[in-house]
């Protein structure tokens, strides 16, 4: 099942925000690779994590990591929006929304919740994870807001005109049994050139950014810790792990 609320409708907003905590307050595994991970590796594990967790047979996890330089394309990727098809690989991701760039220099957390424990409302996930970002961005002096009919994080660019915004994070769910997995890329200090191989989520009137790009010279380390913080509050207990 993935998420339509993905695509370009607006989300409707929460009943309430603690709906996306476990009740039992079971912590999810919260895993940092310690190196780049391939994107067919990363789509395998979270495919098999998310089976095993609504079977029942393993615990919730996130999962931060770092691609080499790749595009996905989400189920409403347009031909015509990949704009340079042999300058990285391009893997299909069963995700909800359009083509998107990973790469170094982007923190990418892979969400694996069960939704049966967390109200079973996916656009409240998808409301929540933007919550997340925005709450992580503000710990660093940087305003992301939401946008209706736009999925992800904006920042206002008065620098650069007072009508223009740019993407700082991306979002992208799929839930299969009530479990979710992909989630959310935010970008620290990528290679924003690599941007210009795609039209990023189907959306050419805006651009992207960066805490780089912003000024916000940050370490992967810092952004973590406040990810993990921020991300307690909004979805409940993570305990670190060494390994999914």
């Given amino acids: 099942m993935v998420s339509e609320a993905l695509k370009t409708e607006t989300l409707a907003p929460c009943a309430s925000a603690s709906k996306l905590q476990r009740v ?9 690779a310690d190196s780049q991970v391939g994107y067919p590796h990363a789509l395998a594990t979270m495919q098999e994590r998310a089976r ?9 996890a996130i999962w931060l990591l770092e691609h080499p330089p790749l595009y996905t394309a ?29 790469g170094p220099g982007q923190r990418v957390a892979y969400v694996m919740l069960d939704l049966r424990e967390r109200g079973r409302d996916i656009r409240c996930l998808v409301s929540g994870l933007e919550n997340w970002v925005i709450d992580t961005l503000a710990a660093f002096n940087i305003k992301g807001e939401k946008r209706d009919g736009r999925i992800g994080v904006w920042v206002k660019r008065p620098d650069k005109g007072p009508f223009v915004e740019d993407k700082i994070a991306a979002i992208g769910v799929r839930v299969s049994r009530w479990v979710s997995f992909h ?7 990528p ?8 039209v990023p989520c189907g959306i050419s009137q805006h651009g992207v950014t960066s805490f780089e790009d912003l000024g916000q010279i940050v370490s992967m380390a810092e952004v973590d810790s406040v990810l993990k913080s921020r991300f ?9 792990a060494s390994t999914l």
């Avoid at 609504?54 to 919730?60: C, M, N």
């Fill in 24 to 32: 039992d307050g079971i912590p999810a595994n919260w895993v940092i």
């Fill in 52 to 60: 095993a967790i609504a079977a029942g047979e393993a615990s919730e």
């Fill in 74 to 102: 989400g189920t409403s990727a347009r031909t015509e929006d990949l704009l340079a098809p042999d300058r990285f690989p391009v893997f299909q991701a069963g995700r909800g929304g359009q083509f998107t760039y990973h």
């Fill in 183 to 189: 989630g959310i890329s935010l970008n620290i200090s």
């Fill in 191 to 198: 290679d924003l050139d690599h941007y210009s191989g795609i």
């Fill in 232 to 240: 307690e509050a909004h979805f409940g207990p993570a305990r670190l």
